[in-house]
């Protein structure tokens, strides 16, 4: 049952320096979300995609690139790391439209920029 | 704008029955979500509410009233291992969640 899966767990970057957070679900999900959290602060939508091959913009997309060309993966890239950029991130999925707001989330991935 | 509000932290005693609220101003409405959260662990989903009243599943129950924009998530009988974070969340008209801050609930002995 491994269900949403996130790696790294873990990653120190230095500013400017780029990474790959990888996101994996094997329960069939159409939907999957990017997500960061704050501390003080709601979960904040950065890109979501509604199957594969799609893509969208969130609430906080800048600096921000995603891509989902199987429709188990979803990838959230970082080209430049800010120290604005450290956070929780977490990757979620969900079955569809009608059942949109049960989500499924990942471990998240604890990302510092230095 | 889209707002949600939850009280930040609430401290409840074992045992006992803790509500905690939820108040909301969205652009359009497609369902109310509670979420709970361990310390350093991922959200997991409670509970769903899309029509008006209480829905229960156990120790715990949410409550709706749109007209109100209000929700509320009780919690029955607590246990230790319910402290942790509740995160209220509404689905907009895109059926994208907008979320709360989260309500950090401490159980004491």
């Known amino acids: 049952n491994a269900g949403v899966t996130q790696t790294p767990k873990f990653r120190v970057l230095k500013t400017g320096q780029s990474m790959t957070l990888l996101c994996a679900q094997d329960m069939n999900h159409e939907y999957m979300y990017w997500y960061r959290q704050d501390p003080g602060m709601g979960l904040r939508l950065i890109h979501y995609?509604?199957?594969?091959?799609?893509?969208a913009k969130g609430e906080v997309p800048d600096g921000y690139n995603v891509s989902r060309l199987k429709k188990q993966n979803f990838l959230l890239g970082l080209e430049s790391a800010a120290p604005s950029q450290t956070s929780v991130y977490f990757c979620a999925s969900s079955m569809g439209p009608d059942r949109a707001g049960e989500l499924f989330f990942g471990e998240g991935s604890r990302l510092t920029v230095l | 704008g889209q707002n949600i509000d939850q009280p930040t932290e609430m401290t409840a005693t074992e045992g006992a029955i803790v509500q905690i609220n939820c108040t909301y101003q969205?652009?359009?409405?497609?369902?109310l979500f509670w979420y709970q959260q361990h310390a350093g662990e991922a959200p997991t989903f409670l509970s769903y509410?899309?029509l008006d009243g209480l829905e229960e599943k156990g120790r715990f129950s949410s409550f709706l009233s749109r007209s109100k924009g209000y929700s509320y998530l009780l919690l029955k009988e607590l246990q230790m291992k319910d402290s942790a974070s509740y995160l209220c969340a509404v689905g907009d008209s895109n059926y994208q969640l907008i979320w709360g801050a989260g309500t950090k609930l401490i159980i004491k002995p």
């Open positions: 969205t652009s359009g409405f497609n369902g």
């Open positions: 509410n899309v």
């Open positions: 995609s509604v199957g594969e091959g799609t893509t």
